[in-house]
């Protein structure tokens, strides 16, 4: 595992953790930012189970169930952890990638 210091801007930040070689990337959003990467998959997290209805299409991981106490951080660490070895095993594709959300952009 790497700690890359990337840019604030989401399509910077993925470029960056890419270019430094990340094989996955997860991006959590509270917002719901659609953007994903040409050479490297990335996993979107809703922080709140509003912004996963509203955005089915987009967000790959609903952290929500958190916030409701349905479920604690390490259970749902555990299904994050699940998710990205399927995603890597090439069980589960990330929408970003089903949509081709092929967003590159250099540092500025």
């Known amino acids: 595992m790497n700690l890359v ?3 604030g ?3 910077e930040a993925t470029t960056g953790k890419a ?3 990340a094989t996955l990337i997860l991006f959590t959003t509270g917002l719901g930012t659609p953007t994903g990467n040409p ?3 990335v996993i979107k997290i809703a922080t709140n189970s509003a912004l996963a209805l509203r955005m089915p299409d987009i967000i790959d ?3 929500g169930s958190i916030i409701t106490l349905e479920k604690t951080v390490e259970q749902m660490g555990a ?3 699940d998710f990205c ?3 890597a095993g090439g069980y ?3 929408k970003a990638v089903q949509l081709g959300q092929d967003d590159f952009i250099s540092w500025k």
């Open 61 to 63: 991981i609903d952290t």
């Open 79 to 81: 299904e994050i952890l």
């Open 85 to 87: 070895i399927k995603v």
């Open 39 to 41: 050479i490297c998959p």
């Open 9 to 11: 801007n989401d399509v």
């Open 19 to 21: 270019a430094a070689g």
């Open 92 to 94: 589960i594709i990330p």
């Open 5 to 7: 210091c990337t840019p």
